[in-house]
């Protein structure tokens, strides 16, 4: 049993904590008429978060202070992962590009130094990198590599999954809204809802719904290219279970598929408890793809790969691309993964995590609201339902809370089918303070309901 | 009559100017170990230029210094376009990365200034913009944009057309390599080769290959989206004649297609005539994308359109580029833009360029070798045959120039579906001194060929 049984219509998430651009109204002229300049010239695509929009000017670690000097705690961003404009990142990214900021067609040690020790993060089968500008160019090139090495084109994702905007990323990830249409090669597999099926059935149902989509395929004589899953499956409601792949994983491999762990949410030890998501699985993925927090905000992305995946294609296919792997961005990641490792921010994630978790519990339980809180590290989620007994989701409750918490100075936004799910996920610098701060707010919000 | 005659099996410019990785034990044993270590890592899809590959440390300006001290003058790149270091674009990046750099969920005024700024430089039909990183991305998203507004799917290419690197654009970018397959929806159009044709029929040529196109896809029963074009077709050897496209767009037009300018090598002022390739040709296109030069070697590209095309897209279709439009990026695409105007770095391309191109044709008439400069503004190219009654391509005199000039530690590369193109594309600030240089040293190594 899914949320996929509460009508055929999700939600888009964005859509619903969106600004109204036709109902600008309230707000006051200076930002009605930015609204009206960025919409003259960006066009309609650019969506702006919450009723009220932020505008931003500076901030650092944690916080952002818009243009009234009003001080804002992000609990929401997750590309500053060690913090907004972390000094470390503004230090390498200036010496780096006062030296030099050029491309792999060129012999340099620096991208080399910084491509051993990421893919030494990842475990032993996981020893080649190469680099993109995007989560988006990663998940592209994943796929690419995957179809090349199986010879399948059949793809596997989650029911609301999200992994790109390429136009073939954009055709297997049916989160992307604007009548998205499912391809005639990609099949749908509802997440390991572990608020409504029990933890120790949720690993095989999963494993036996990825069998009816390789059975399916096979049916319309399609072979498996690989099935590619977020491990926090964030767009989808967040499930961070950590039993739910592996038994998923062999049926893949026994069809010949190969496994794509979507790392851009998980990754650089967000969850507390594991650098990358395939570790909490206990699985080696195919490749493992990176992308918004590796450098900080920097545009950078990578795949990491087993060398025989990377080999059949490289050796094939002469990839190039101009950005990925300049000396600038690799820099910040750089930056990026030593301060994960002095600062302790898996260690910090986890802490602030746990107590982010119990906290909100709490507070719901407090209020007697009916809700589901999980998830992993500094990745939280809060479900909201209108009773327990049909779990049915309640979508008007989370957008009430993140415009409440907005109003109380503290972002976060709404994530899943029905946007009906608190999405929590701060930089990993979240101190004691912050969480102190975050947990009154919330408090506050949820018992004024 | 064009190159296409010359056999069936076009060479990798790249392979052909690229260091073979099972030779290199005439390298110095520093410089083996480092390759050794790049590609037990990075795995076989990096290539390295020239024979002996180039180990930067650092860069200013038009000079680029590697490991050994040694000082070159860059007359290849062009993402550095204003300048590599240029001390605008480190000043910019460093205060904005200290300030604030997040994403277009907020409004933020600097990137819709820059969006206005930008947008103005384009002519009165292309007023909207959305951001990406890449020109891949941009490539990508205007393609999807093209088959959303027409509902067709059919795409025309030149030849040997390289537009990116994700998966649809490597399905019409035939020089990718790698075994590339024309796919159905993909038609191949010769490019306007005006060292083979006159001048005064190369234009008619161009639209009846281009109507011949649109007839068999119709045939086939497929709706053409758009024709993307590069306005320099720089992969296909570098045809930079003015009134090539004009007729061709109109033979578009009338079929429902739209017009793609890939503006990733011709725009920001290269040509030295026009900001954008476009411009050149007195032509509207529907849709002009951008890339490398727009950061200065930050990532960022764009997509620039006509608001009826953006309109029907941005409505539909709810993109979000993460990266794409971050604070920073924008802030080092404004630097470009500001430095391309106060140094007059356009009018200086058409100044430099022309005294590069009169000088090179010179040097190779003294020399008697046979061949055909040819270019605009700093992108400039020349072609080498065996001799110029039969025009055969001459790839090897193309490659023994390219290292012949690394020797001399002046730094450019080959194109060209034969690679018997130099391509000779420095940074935009190219001095005085840059072209004496140069062409001292190119005079030496066309002597000594």
Known sequence: MTTQQFGASP??????????????????????????RRRDVMGPAYRLVYTDPLRPVRALGTKIVDVNGDEYLDAYNNVPSIGHNHPRVVEAVTRQLSLLNTNTRYL??????????????????????MFTCTGSESNDLAMRMA?????????????HAYHGNTRDVSGWSPSSGGGWTQRADVRLVPPPDTFRTTASAVAEEFADQVAACIADLADDGIALAAMIIDPLFSSDGLYADRTSLTAAAEVVYRAGGLVISDEVQPGFGRTGDAMWGHQRWNLDADIATMGKPMGNGLPIGGVVAKPSVMSAFGSDVPYFNTFGGENVPVAAAQAVLDVIREENLMAN???????????????LQRAGRPSDV?????????????????????????????????RRRVLISVVGPYANVLKVRPPLVFSQSDVDRFLTEFDHVIREL
């Open 11 to 36: 939600v888009d998430a964005v859509e619903l904590n969106a600004l109204d651009p036709s109902d600008i109204s309230a707000l006051d002229a200076d930002t009605q008429q930015l609204i009206q």
């Open 108 to 129: 340099c040690s620096d991208i080399i130094d910084y491509a051993e020790q990421l893919t030494a993060t990842h475990g032993p089968e996981l020893r080649n990198v």
């Open 349 to 363: 994630s986890a802490d602030k995590g746990a107590q982010l978790l119990a906290g909100m519990r709490a507070s």
């Open 147 to 159: 179809r090349h090495v199986t010879g399948g084109t059949g793809v596997i994702v989650s029911n």
């Open 374 to 406: 999980r998830g992993a590290g500094l990745y939280l989620g809060v479900e909201f339902v209108t009773d327990l007994d049909t779990k049915t989701p309640d979508p008007l409750i989370a957008s009430a809370v993140v415009n409440g918490m907005r």
